[in-house]
């Protein structure tokens, strides 16, 4: 309890300012408690951070789910930028994020502010209900602040430059690969030529994407045999690549893990696969 006690007077002593958000005068906080809401009816800039985390596979869609948000006058009332409620999952957002210009400065928060509910689930699911009104959850703040504040970051850097693509080519043949990010970082400028990806290994090609959404085409070059085509007839996507006549092929690519490995198309010849 010493040390606790400690770690107690320590973040006292940090918090000059601004107040922390159960400082905050409770008739502020239930109004904003009873303006946050769901997931499936966030405000539209609020929906659209969440979905610019999903897409770029910061957090997955079921993450929200038990998440009410919405935005609060909290710094007009001294308070922080924003704020998760450790008790009943509520994440309040300053109105300055409202603002369009805002908006990567919202992802990053929200992110953050996922982080902390996150850890409020796992820590109660831990030390039990009494978690957030114990001197263990106090003297855990500033750690768990740290660990929001690093993934925050590492969330906004990722959605500034985007995830790389990756090709694993499963075939005992090399394939020549042409893709288009749904959401590319940079606007192609060269003209639409293939990506050759060699038997059994894999390529992280140029196109860097804020989400899994990618058109490609791809055709394998056996030296005999069957060659695989993976296009989608029927579409009316059509590009030139290279004198040949692609009909791109749509799909939702996932990331492995983590917030650093590329999004990654799996290639495989299979018979009857097209
Ligand atoms: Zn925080």
């Known amino acids: 309890m ?20 159960d400082r905050l005068p409770p008739a502020l906080l239930a109004e904003c408690d009873a303006r946050a809401a769901p997931y499936e009816r ?11 985390l999903i897409d770029i596979g910061a957090f997955r869609r079921e993450d929200f789910l038990d998440v009410a948000a919405g935005f ?95 090709i694993v080519n499963s075939c005992d043949a090399s394939i020549s690969v042409y893709l288009e990010a749904e959401d590319p970082v940079a606007v192609r400028e060269r003209a639409a030529s293939f990506e050759r990806v060699e038997a059994k290994s894999r390529k992280i090609l140029d196109e860097r994407a804020r989400s899994g959404a990618v058109r490609f085409y791809a055709r394998s070059a056996p030296a ?31 990331a492995p893990d983590g917030l650093h490995a590329p999004f990654r198309l799996r290639l495989e010849c299979r018979v009857g696969e097209r």
């Open 2 to 21: 010493t040390a606790l006690a400690a770690a107690l007077l320590a973040l006292a002593a940090g918090a000059a300012n601004p107040l922390t958000a």
């Open 224 to 254: 005999a045999g069957t060659v695989h085509v993976w296009q989608d007839i029927e579409s009316a996507e059509t590009r030139f690549v290279e004198g040949r006549l692609a009909r791109l092929k749509r799909m939702r690519l996932t």
């Open 42 to 52: 966030f405000e539209p800039p609020v929906a659209a951070a969440a979905k610019a």
């Open 72 to 166: 609060c006058a909290l710094q007009a009332a001294d308070g922080p930028v924003a704020a998760t409620s450790c008790g009943d999952g509520v994440i309040l957002l300053d109105e300055k994020y409202a603002d369009p210009r805002e908006a990567l400065s919202l992802r990053a928060t929200l992110a953050h502010e996922m982080i902390h509910h996150r850890q409020h689930k796992e820590k109660k699911g831990r030390f039990g209900a009494g978690y957030c009104a114990s001197l263990r959850y106090a003297a855990d703040k500033s750690a768990l602040e740290a660990e929001a504040d690093a993934y925050g970051e590492k969330v906004a850097a990722l959605l500034v430059t985007g995830r790389g693509v990756e």
